[in-house]
């Protein structure tokens, strides 16, 4: 697993922790319900997409979402495989 996907991991399984004990605020992004890459693998087991989820999609880093930037900018969703980070996951 990349280095990057590693620390993100980890990064969300803390703060899935800290979200447990009520220590942060859950947010969950506006595009929840019509995104492709969260209908793709929302409900996925893989470690680095739960990251990517708790991360982006249900977590503080959604304003940061390439998905939510192309989206933006072109008028269209991109591909249900990029993900937040923008890298295209290869499925
Ligand atoms: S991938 Fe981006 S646009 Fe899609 S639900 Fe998550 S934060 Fe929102």
């Given at each position: 697993m990349a280095r990057h996907l590693q620390i993100l991991v980890v990064v969300g399984l803390g703060q899935c922790l800290l979200l447990r004990k009520g220590i942060l605020m859950a947010q969950e992004c506006e595009l929840l319900g019509s995104c492709g890459f969260f209908k793709k693998?929302?409900?996925?087991?893989?470690l680095a997409c739960k990251g990517f989820i708790s991360q982006y999609c249900k977590g503080p880093m959604q304003g940061q979402c390439k998905r939510k930037e192309y989206r933006r900018k072109n008028g269209t969703p991109p591909a249900d495989n990029m993900m937040p980070s923008g890298a295209i996951m290869k499925v």
């Open positions: 693998f929302g409900s996925t087991k893989e």
